[in-house]
């Protein structure tokens, strides 16, 4: 037997099974029925424990903002334009204390797997009826199934001697929703 024309093909099935272990499955879905409008009510979309962190993803109408707006940034209302139709909120939290974790930059980025269209928006701390989370307004990119990873830098706070390693590395976790109509008819299933 040839050793050196098995050797490549046993490389490539190590490198192909150790991809798939470390690389995390897809949320799976969960009907809505009936669809929800989020301009209307807030649409819990999923809730991830990844890396010490709570993720909870949701899906609301636009909203006015008070936040520093051009160059030099200045504080004044943001008002959403026609096309920002939808609030994206990002609640994280400390599982352990139940704090929400301040001081990360936090991004969204969603694929319409549907169209193929991918975006990216960067979510900024923000204050409101729910207390601190991470959000923006958005179009979104349209009807259909969104596959969607937020990612959490690490934040840059100081930590107590003995929590030096906690949230030490960036964190990601992935959602799934599907818009039909305007409407939110999937989400992610819990745990996911």
């Not at 050793?3 to 099974?17: D, E």
């Not at 936040?67 to 609640?91: D, I, N």
């Not at 204390?97 to 694929?111: E, G, H, L, Q």
């Not at 949230?167 to 109509?181: E, I």
Request: aromatic share 8%; glycine share 6%; with cysteine.
């Amino acid at each position: 037997m040839n050793i050196s024309a098995i050797l490549p093909a046993a490389c490539l099935l190590f490198a192909v099974s150790s991809w798939a272990e470390v690389q995390p499955t897809a949320p799976k879905a969960k009907p809505l029925v009936p669809a929800v409008d989020p301009t209307k009510t807030a649409v819990p979309i999923g809730r991830v424990v990844a890396a010490n962190m709570d993720f909870q993803l949701s899906l609301e109408g636009s909203e006015a903002m008070w936040m520093p707006m051009g160059t030099p940034p200045v504080w004044s209302a943001h008002s959403p334009q026609a096309a920002e139709r939808f609030h994206v909120e990002l609640k994280l939290t400390d599982p352990r204390s139940k704090t929400r974790i301040p001081y990360a930059n936090v991004s969204f980025k969603a694929t319409n797997v549907d169209t193929g269209k991918t975006m990216t928006l960067p979510l900024p701390p923000m204050w409101g009826s729910s207390g601190l989370h991470y959000s923006a307004n958005s179009a979104l990119l349209g009807d259909g199934t969104y596959a969607v990873t937020t990612t959490v830098d690490v934040p840059t706070f100081q930590r107590e001697l003995k929590d030096k390693d906690l949230w030490s590395t960036a964190a990601s976790a992935r959602f799934h929703f599907k818009l039909t109509n305007g409407k939110v008819s999937e989400v992610s299933m819990a745990g996911r």
